[in-house]
């Protein structure tokens, strides 16, 4: 499955953006999206597995994942954005394992930069 991260971009602290995660050559079936920081490695955001939603507890509510079937594509709505979720957004899909980690995921997209000002 190949995957085209987009939807990225410069807004201000406390604007939202939505994020897509298009899938080709096969199903987006349950997927996650984690995010690269400068000088950090790979945090997982948030992640779509068999239908349940699972975040990092730190976004409190402020991120919301979701899937469109028809479009075979996942999105990423974030609000209140702030300075501190800067950082190059990766969608993946789930293989096996711990869903909050990295390594449980193949078929990494290119990434999207999101980046929020003060």
């Known amino acids: 499955v190949q995957l085209q991260a987009s939807g990225g971009g410069l807004v201000q602290a406390g604007d939202s953006l939505k994020l897509s995660c298009a899938a080709s050559?096969?199903?987006?079936?349950?997927f996650a999206w984690f995010r690269q920081s400068p000088g950090k490695g790979r945090e997982f955001v948030a992640a779509?597995?068999?239908?349940?939603?699972n975040y990092d507890t730190s976004l409190k509510g402020r991120f919301a994942i979701s899937r469109d079937n028809a479009k075979n594509t996942g999105f990423l709505q974030m609000n209140t954005l702030s300075p501190e979720d800067t950082g190059i957004y990766f969608c993946a899909i789930y293989d096996t394992g711990n869903i909050r980690v990295s390594g449980s995921y193949t078929d990494w997209g290119q990434g999207t930069q999101v980046t929020v000002s003060s």
């Open positions: 779509w597995i068999g239908g349940g939603r």
């Open positions: 050559g096969g199903i987006l079936d349950s």
